[in-house]
């Protein structure tokens, strides 16, 4: 599986976009961008995927570069309930490869 | 959306007993079930994934000995920490992967203390 690269911290003033990068370098062509958050002491909760093009849903959007070697995750308008640790994971698509395998993550404060 | 349960929520027991966490897929039928322990300010690690009806994986330096896994159904697996150390104690979370369906769910995890 690709690694992925993820800034430790950010922060965010509530009410503003919050944009958390990821760098995958390494990924396949076959390789699907995922984001996953948790929230302290719950499992991890779907975001968001895509694989080329940009994905927008109810809670984020997802920006992947033309080159596929990096990507940014949108949350239009933070929310104190925002704060979690974000995860950027790169996973295979085909059968045997549906393991998520979790780096150390993005932990988003967002600040009244 | 899918939803993923584990019970117990959290468990305390002593250093030598062991103890069984069950996964359960409430609305769908998971062929592929995950398991991931969590310490303290740490990420996720996999520790196992685990098919209905055949023997688990385990990635590597997990003891499979040590952490049993039975997926007997489509909708339950189970994780049993066989005599359990203090070192053992951790945060237990399982995943479910639905047949047609690229998002794997996540269930509210366990926290194990063993004293």
């Given at each position: 599986d690709a690694k992925t690269t993820q800034p430790p911290s950010m922060d965010c003033a509530e009410g503003r976009a919050a944009n958390l990068p990821c760098n995958?370098?390494?990924?396949?062509?076959?390789e699907y961008v995922y984001w996953y958050r948790q929230i302290h002491s719950q499992g991890p909760q779907y975001i968001i995927h895509g694989l080329k093009n940009n994905e927008t849903n109810e809670m984020a959007s997802l920006i992947i570069t033309e080159d596929r070697k990096s990507s940014t995750l949108i949350l239009p308008h933070a929310t104190l309930r925002d704060t979690a640790v974000y995860y950027c994971i790169v996973r295979g698509s085909s059968q045997g490869a549906q393991k998520l395998v979790f780096g150390q993550g993005t932990r988003l404060t967002i600040n009244p | 959306g899918a939803v993923v349960s584990q019970h117990p929520s959290w468990v305390i027991c002593k250093s030598g007993t062991s103890v069984k966490i069950e996964c359960r897929s409430l609305d769908f039928q998971a062929t592929t079930m995950f398991w991931y322990r969590q310490f303290p300010k740490q990420s996720l690690m996999l520790m196992a994934t685990s098919n209905e009806g055949s023997k688990a994986t385990y990635e590597q330096g997990v003891e499979k000995d040590k952490f049993l896994i039975n997926h007997?159904?489509?909708?339950l697996s189970t994780l049993t920490v066989t005599s359990?150390?203090?070192?053992?104690s951790s945060f237990y979370i399982c995943s479910a992967d639905g047949s047609s369906s690229y998002e794997q769910y996540f269930g509210p995890g366990t926290r194990l203390t063993v004293t």
């Open positions: 995958h370098s390494t990924i396949s062509g076959n | 007997a159904s489509l909708t359990a150390h203090p070192e053992d």
